[in-house]
């Protein structure tokens, strides 16, 4: 079965500091990648998809961005972080054809 | 306009009550669709898809929807106050998924 992990799950970084969000894959090949974040008390923001490896789509112009180095792994990072970017960010995956996504457990980030 | 909108909410209701939820979306391109759960602090859970006009049950959960009038719905029976929760909408639009920005409810015991 298929599953996806994503870490760390919770981070506190200071004004200005860079941010590395991994998530992995496993089960499948070739899967279709998202981050999504979700400011509080908000619905979510598509960030970035990826179709295949080094394939990356912005949906939001942004201090964020991010990396599929491999097939099932998407890197989500930042050089200098901003207040604004403290949220839940989620990776998910493509199911089926359907659009269909699964998320992982997601990380809190909370910028001080 | 929002490509996804739900009805802001929150929804409270009694235990054993029938709680619905509502969703509109502007892409009539759009095919798939999708409720999905979220606890607090927790990662968003799939509950439920629905891809053809009318009904869908699943257990105490039933989809609805109507793409002439852009809408889908979903239905809880004999609502649990282990149901309570946010739930969100979803729509694609091309590849992408769209969520709407959710609907609390909380079911009173």
């Known amino acids: 079965s298929q599953t996806i992990h994503q870490w760390p799950a919770t981070l506190v970084q200071p004004v200005g500091s860079p941010l590395s969000l991994e998530c992995t894959v496993e089960?499948?090949?070739?899967?279709?990648l998202y981050w999504y974040r979700q400011a509080a008390g908000r619905g979510l923001q598509l960030l970035f998809y990826?179709?295949?490896?080094?394939?990356i789509s912005s949906e939001v112009p942004q201090n964020l961005s991010a990396s599929r180095p491999q097939d099932r792994q998407f890197i989500l990072s930042s050089k200098k972080l901003l207040l604004s970017d403290s949220g839940f960010y989620l990776c998910?995956?493509?199911?089926?054809?359907?659009?269909?996504?699964?998320f992982g457990e997601g990380s809190w980030l909370t910028v001080v | 306009q929002k490509e996804v909108e739900q009805n802001s909410g929150p929804l409270s209701v009694p235990e054993g009550a029938i709680a619905s939820l509502n969703c509109t979306y502007s892409?009539?391109?759009?095919?798939?669709f999708f409720w999905y759960r979220q606890y607090s602090g927790k990662s968003p859970e799939l509950i439920m898809s629905?891809?053809?006009?009318g009904d869908k049950e699943d257990g105490r959960f039933t989809a609805q929807l109507n793409k002439a009038s852009q809408y889908v719905s979903l239905l809880i029976r004999d609502s649990q106050p282990s149901d309570s929760a946010t739930y969100l909408c979803?729509?694609?639009?091309?590849?992408?998924?769209?969520f709407g920005e959710g609907t609390q409810l909380t079911v009173n015991p």
């Open positions: 892409d009539r391109g759009s095919q798939s």
């Open positions: 998910a995956w493509r199911g089926d054809r359907r659009n269909t996504i699964y």
């Open positions: 990826s179709v295949g490896i080094g394939q």
């Open positions: 629905i891809y053809s006009n």
């Open positions: 979803a729509g694609n639009s091309g590849s992408r998924l769209t």
């Open positions: 089960g499948t090949s070739n899967p279709n």
